[in-house]
Structures are given as C-alpha cells and as structure tokens.
C-alpha cells in the first residue's frame, strides 16, 4: 500500500498513515499539493493529511484543496499529539539558540516557544529541518519523538505542546468512496447565495430527516470578501437512504454543494 504524506520520514503525518495502513510504504511529499498529485496520478494509493487539531482548529491548506480537487476522504484517524524538543545528542538545553519547527506545531507549543528565549524559525516540516539541526549543535526542532530514533538526535524534553489533550484528526483521501458500514460519517462543502436565511434553509434538510449534525465551519471565499462557504459534518453514509435524500434537496439549495468524503466513524 503507497501512502503519500506531507513531511518527511517522522513526521506526524506518517505515524499517522503507518497506523492506519499496517502494510504502508510511505511517500514523502513537501506540499499537501504533491499529496494529491501522487494520488490523482496513480502514484499513491492513498494519501494521509490533517484535517484538524484539538487546540489550534480546521488545517486550512488541506480543507482547501479536498473542496476543490476530485478526491475523496475515504478514512479517518485521530492521533495524539506529543511534540519534543530534539537536538544533537551533544547538545543541552541550555546550548539551544534556534528552534525549528512546522508552523502548526509553532502553534500548539506557543507558550513553551515564548519562554525559551530562542529565535524561533518557520519550516515547511518538523522532520524536515532534522538537517540544520545535524549541521548545527545550537539548533533545535519541536516535532514527533521518532525524529530522534530516525536521525541520530536526542529528546531534550517531551510534551512541550500547551495542552496534553492534544489530537489531530487525519484524513485518507481516494478516487472513490467506500461502501457504507453502519457507523459512518460524512463531511459535505457548500455555499449559499449571501442573504438572510439561505443558511438555515440548506441546513433544514438535514434537521427534518434527524442527520445529527456534529461540525460545521464557515471559510472565507477567494476574491470575495465577507463571503463564506461551509464545511460540515455529519452522521451517515450519503448513501444511506434518509441522507441520501436530504443531500439531494440539499443540494437543490444551495448555490454550490459537495460531498467531500463519506467513511467509517473512529473514536478518539
């Protein structure tokens, strides 16, 4: 099974596919871009990206593009989260000037990264700035503690994040969706004409036929500002009979409207 994933060898994204696929071969890509090219091309099977964090909300790069690539979520995982500090193995606390990390993981460990007193340097991935920190014993990086074992470096401290409660829900995203199981979730794009109750009446399908709504987000639209389009989720299959024709009226509403993914429920 050829699993693309954004980062490189330990990062988050790949703990995350190596669990949910048992027999992955992995793929590193640097963008969530080259994720659904590997996939759209055939070179990937699948593809595993966050959706979302407990702490920090919606992954908006991954969410842009399921609403507007022709690819489905076909699965989801949920992971915990534990960021380390990792160094040379030479290196101390103390030693550490700059901090390397991913922008989301800058995020979750705010309160840690303020009172560190190191500079703290953007990078496109955790794992990925393994390598400055190989060439360099007064950097560090926050990322997953198998970055240590993976490149030769030391855990300087473990559970940096400002929340130990700390999940990201992942996606797998396929040309097809999968067939219903009886314990499934939906995740649905729309948009709605920019007048009063347009909202309420898109929705209102899904109130009549009981779908027990459990997400909805508002997004900004491109070029059109104070506009929104809609992600939300939703218990059931789309198609299931009940969901299936509350999504058809639904549609019929709606200026915009896509099923993102249909796929079997995971608990925490």
Request: glycine residues 8%.
């Amino acid at each position: 099974m050829k699993v693309a994933f954004q980062g490189e060898f330990g990062a988050f994204s790949e703990s995350m596919a190596l669990e949910m696929y048992s027999d992955a071969i992995t793929i590193p890509c640097k963008s969530f871009e080259e994720v659904f090219d590997m996939v759209n091309r055939g070179k990937a099977d699948t593809g595993v990206i966050p959706l979302e964090n407990s702490i920090t909300g919606r992954i908006s790069g991954s969410t842009n593009l399921l609403m507007e690539r022709d690819l489905f979520l076909c699965k989801e995982g949920k992971l915990r989260i534990e960021h380390c500090l990792i160094a040379q193995r030479s290196s101390g606390k103390d030693s550490i000037r700059r901090i390397y990390s991913h922008p989301e993981a800058i995020s979750q460990c705010r309160r840690y990264l303020d009172s560190c007193g190191c500079e703290v340097i953007s990078w496109w991935d955790g794992a990925a700035a393994a390598k400055k920190v190989l060439e360099d014993a007064e950097c560090a990086i926050v990322g997953n503690i198998r970055i240590a074992s993976i490149y030769g470096l030391k855990v300087l401290e473990k559970g940096i994040q400002d929340s130990r409660e700390n999940f990201t829900r992942f996606g797998a995203i396929g040309t097809f969706l999968p067939r219903p199981t009886g314990n499934d979730k939906t995740t649905i794009a729309f948009k709605v004409l920019h007048k009063g109750g347009k909202l309420h009446d898109a929705l209102e399908p899904l109130s009549r036929a009981n779908i027990n709504l459990t997400r909805i987000e508002s997004m900004p639209i491109k070029d059109k500002p104070w506009e929104y389009a809609f992600i939300a989720d939703f218990e059931g299959h789309c198609k299931d009979k009940d969901v299936e024709g509350a999504l058809e009226e639904m549609e019929g509403v709606c200026s915009e409207f896509k099923v993102i993914g249909s796929y079997q429920r995971t608990e925490r």
